[in-house]
């Protein structure tokens, strides 16, 4: 056997011998165990992200910790609610029972992250994974190896491997791992990985949450308020040096307003990133030179681009291409990276049948009166919307977060989180069934039914 067929066993027995945490009390008492084991640990974590790609401590706090720990709370607040079984009224043809929904766990987990949130995005669904009762194993992303030693460490320090253990590794330690006959696996990453994900899970028939990327467009209307909407543009498309999944990706904004947003982002960028010191790095080289690619080849279609790039320190500083085009490659990936293609339009419905005819987006963002955002929801699809807001639905503790097609499948946070570690399992009981007219020999009033 294989460390890892003797690691998912051990899970196993576990689950099956019942000895991991179903009742109410031993998951909060692991919540709050995970809970204390991020506060005890909060200026290494500000480290590690500060090591792997130079992310600001604010940063950090605000979209690594922060998010961990209103993930945690709000299980724990709202836990025995989420636990309880679900009355269900019986209809007509089933008076004489009683019917109950009951959250029951879905037994192993495992929890595959990605490297652009890398603390939240494996703690987040671990949060998940353990409120709902499940045993999980996380691989958290190898592009950040200082997160995700960090991460192991912890794990390891403060909880019984058979509940939680973290494995380190690539492609090939997460293939080893999808071999292996999990019950739900929660998958947070690219959509070319989460396919193969998805054909691995195919094999053994575990459940999918997939958690998925994409290009997120953002319409600015002539009615839009221009200053506000270009400093949530510019606050959700820069952070993290843009690589965030929800990050607008592209802005198609009315003509009669352009220059007037081009202006305001300009003076939002100068406002928040002077000096770059909010400024994440691009991850690793091979992420830069891509990046850079996109740019260039703008350049060489005809756009205007403003904003440096340093390859030493793996910056790309906030850069904006006007005169985006669709012929673009830049127009035909996700960006993933700290720039703002604009594309200006005069007819809304040729921007709402760009965006059908792509792949459906994670976020869709709007910005302008309520007309326009109910004409652009009504007439597209993605994950979520957003109106003159970027970033938000993602954090709100109440909303589903998630994907359609291509964007991803299922859903992450709070209830919806646990929801998906769990399967609602029907418990009909016999009460007093009055007419057991089902039964042979069947009698003329059936046949009459
Ligand atoms: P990725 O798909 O390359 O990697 C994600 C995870 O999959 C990593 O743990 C990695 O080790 C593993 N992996 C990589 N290649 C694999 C393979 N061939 N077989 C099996 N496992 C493999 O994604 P990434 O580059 O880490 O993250 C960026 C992508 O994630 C973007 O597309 C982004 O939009 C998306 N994302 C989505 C969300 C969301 O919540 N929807 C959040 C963050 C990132």
């Not at 067929?5 to 027995?13: I, M, S």
């Not at 494996?122 to 353990?130: I, Q």
């Not at 606050?235 to 990050?247: D, E, H, S």
């Not at 007439?379 to 109106?387: L, R």
């Amino acid at each position: 056997m294989t460390d890892i067929e003797n690691l998912f066993a051990r899970h196993k027995t576990c689950v099956a011998h019942r000895r991991v945490h179903f009742d109410l009390a031993a998951r909060r008492d692991t919540l709050r165990r995970l809970k204390h084991a991020v506060h005890t640990r909060e200026d290494a974590i500000i480290a590690a992200l500060a090591a792997d790609f130079g992310k600001h401590p604010a940063e950090v706090r605000l979209t690594e910790i922060l998010p961990v720990y209103q993930e945690i709370n709000h299980a724990l607040r709202h836990l025995s609610r989420w636990m309880r079984p679900k009355r269900v009224m019986p209809g007509l043809t089933m008076i004489g029972t009683s019917a109950r929904l009951r959250p029951t766990p879905k037994g192993v987990a495992l929890v595959i992250a990605p490297w652009n949130f890398p603390f939240n995005l494996a703690l987040g669904p671990l949060v998940s994974a353990l409120a709902a009762g499940c045993s999980a194993i996380v691989k958290p992303s190898e592009m950040t190896p200082a997160t995700s030693t960090l991460i192991a460490e912890m794990i390891a320090d403060n909880f019984d491997p058979e509940l939680v253990a973290v494995v380190q590794g690539g492609p090939d330690v997460a293939n080893a791992l999808l071999a292996q006959p999990f019950d739900h696996i929660f998958f947070t990453g690219s959509p070319a990985v989460g396919k193969i994900v998805m054909a691995a899970a195919a094999k053994t028939l575990a459940s999918v949450t997939l958690e998925l990327g994409g290009k997120s467009p953002v319409i600015v209307g002539p009615d839009a308020d221009i200053a506000k909407a270009a400093k949530w543009i510019v606050w959700g498309r820069f952070f993290n040096a843009g690589q965030t999944c929800v990050a607008p990706d592209h802005a198609y904004v009315h003509a009669d307003v352009h220059d007037e947003f081009v202006a305001a982002l300009y003076a939002q960028i100068a406002k928040m990133y002077a000096g770059n010191a909010a400024l994440a790095k691009i991850i690793n080289a091979r992420h830069w030179d891509r990046i850079t690619a996109l740019i260039e080849d703008a350049k060489a279609k005809g756009a205007t681009v403003i904003g440096d790039t340093d390859r030493e320190s793996r910056r790309i500083m906030p850069t904006i291409v006007t005169g985006a085009a669709p012929d673009m490659e830049i127009m035909k990936e996700e960006i993933f990276g700290p720039v703002l293609p604009i594309l200006s339009y005069d007819d809304l419905d040729s921007v709402l049948g760009q965006i059908n005819d792509a792949p459906h987006p994670l976020a869709l963002y709007v910005f302008g009166g309520k007309s326009l955002a109910d004409q652009v929801t009504a007439a597209t699809t993605s994950g979520s919307v957003g109106v003159n807001l970027t970033i938000l639905p993602f954090i709100h503790p109440n909303l589903p977060f998630g994907g359609i097609g291509n964007s991803g499948m299922g859903a992450a946070h709070g209830k919806h989180g646990f929801d998906a570690f769990s399967h609602m399992r029907p418990l009909l009981r016999n009460r007093f069934i009055p007419l057991p007219l089902i039964f042979p020999p069947y009698t003329a009033t059936v046949e009459k039914l």
